[in-house]
């Protein structure tokens, strides 16, 4: 996730309970106080940004979903009846995009069409409803490239057939989002067979890394064809080369125009079902940080990270970090500087199941080559679920939802890898995400 600067440092509340508010302030920081009581006016005075934090709760049966917007998540106590909206539908996926800030919910119906949705901010901190799309396709991967919201697909039937007559099934079809044009929809399918030069294996995507330059970074999870009459919509097919990792950048245009490979970790990616968890992190100063969780049973690799070179033109020789002793993980966000937070499966050793716990979480400093787990948060046991986590002004906000208790955003300080419990919402049973809006 895009790191947000925190435009505000101090918040007013009021009692022991926080309430909700529709209408937001503004969040600068609060002014030092002036020592001149009748300043000359500004000349160009310019207005502060509003801002708002974006979440996305359940009701405690589960089965519907509700936005809300809070000016507060470091502490206190939401009701579930404070929010904003409630939608038609429940089970979104979100990602939140700085330029233009963005909220982009996204509903997987297995195979069949799912609705999307956008929210912004307005300049008098209200709810801006950018409007909805549908995306035909399924998808596994997604991220933001551009002014477009990214989703895409692999293992997709092509109009090409191989040397025995076969139908072709490499295809990876992406839906493009216009975040500027009223969510305006457009796809296109590109073929993969062959991407890494092994003729005969095509490759799933995990992953949308935004280069700032025209092009964006997607891991290759790269197997042998897939069977088309398989049930139950698999992207890929049996992976040859778990000792493998390779990754593609891609233009605006869906080109292939660089692919990377190297042979000291394995595959950058996991799995959850069907989606592919991307794990590939480009810090605040440009570093692009290729992990791999070591999600395949075969491989022989330690879990760990590589580095690209800053020239883009390979992975750095030099380069290697492994970590998190014998547990493997399966996502990595970024915190801040060259921190981000590790997901790992609760059991070490091998990942035998997509369904496998992962409620075991610690923070990795890449440069520095330094992990530790972290200390704060519920018991692996006690975690029921969690919601997407936001990097915001140097920490990590965490949504996590356990027994016993209402659902609440866990602060979590990675220089010292120790996390406290910040707002809860009562009345409700899982907190979906957490982002921040900027008019």
């Not at 207005?47 to 917007?69: K, P």
């Not at 890394?209 to 088309?228: K, N, P, R, W, Y």
């Not at 014998?326 to 921190?339: A, L, M, P, Q, T």
Request: charge should be negative.
């Amino acid at each position: 996730m895009k790191k947000i600067k925190n435009l505000f440092h101090s918040f007013i509340i009021v009692g022991a309970i926080l309430t909700g508010t529709v209408v937001l302030n503004a969040c600068g920081d609060d002014d030092d106080l002036n020592p001149n009581p009748n300043p000359d006016p500004d000349p160009d005075p310019i207005e502060d940004a509003r801002e708002g934090f974006f979440l996305s709760v359940n009701n405690e049966d589960g089965d519907t979903e509700y936005i809300m917007l809070v000016d507060n998540i470091e502490s206190g106590q939401l009701a579930i009846s404070e929010n904003i909206k409630e939608l038609e539908s429940s089970g979104y996926t979100w990602i939140f995009d700085t330029d233009p800030s963005s909220a982009i919910g996204l509903i997987y119906n297995q195979g069949d069409p799912g609705v999307g949705l956008g929210f912004g901010i307005n300049a008098d901190g209200t709810l801006n409803d950018m409007g909805s799309f549908q995306i035909t396709s399924r998808f596994t991967s997604y991220g933001f490239f551009g002014n477009y919201a990214l989703t895409s697909v692999g293992g997709q039937t092509l109009d090409l057939t191989h040397a025995d007559g076969t139908p072709r099934t490499d295809g990876v079809t992406f839906n493009l989002i216009d975040l500027n044009n009223k969510l305006a929809l457009s796809d296109k399918t590109i073929p993969t067979l062959g991407i890494t030069g092994r003729i005969e294996e095509q490759a799933t995507f995990s992953g949308v890394v935004d280069m700032g330059d025209g092009t964006f970074l997607t891991g290759l999870v790269v197997s042998q064809a897939i069977d088309e009459s398989a049930t139950g919509g698999s992207s890929s097919g049996t992976v040859n080369y778990p000792d493998s990792v390779w990754v593609a950048r891609l233009n605006a245009d869906l080109e292939v125009v660089a692919v990377y490979g190297d042979d000291r970790i394995s595959y950058s990616s996991a799995r959850f079902r069907s989606q592919y968890y991307s794990q590939i992190g480009k810090t605040d100063d440009g570093t692009i940080y290729i992990f791999s969780g070591a999600y395949d049973s075969n491989t022989t690799h330690k879990p760990g990270g590589l580095k690209l070179n800053s020239s883009l033109n390979g992975f750095d020789s030099d380069y290697v970090y492994y970590f998190g002793e014998d547990y493997r993980f399966k996502r990595v966000w970024y915190i801040s500087d060259h921190y981000f937070l590790v997901e790992f499966y609760n059991e070490p050793g091998i990942v035998t199941s997509t369904l496998n716990p992962s409620t075991k979480y610690g923070v990795v400093d890449m440069k520095a080559k330094t992990f530790n787990w972290i200390s704060g948060l519920p018991n692996v046991d006690q975690i029921l679920d969690t919601g997407l986590p936001m990097g915001y002004d140097g920490k990590m906000y965490f949504p996590i939802s356990m027994e016993g208790e209402f659902p609440a955003i866990y602060i979590i300080n990675p220089a010292t890898a120790t996390a406290t419990k910040g707002l809860s919402i009562s009345g409700s049973s899982h907190i979906r995400a957490v982002g921040c809006l900027v008019e």
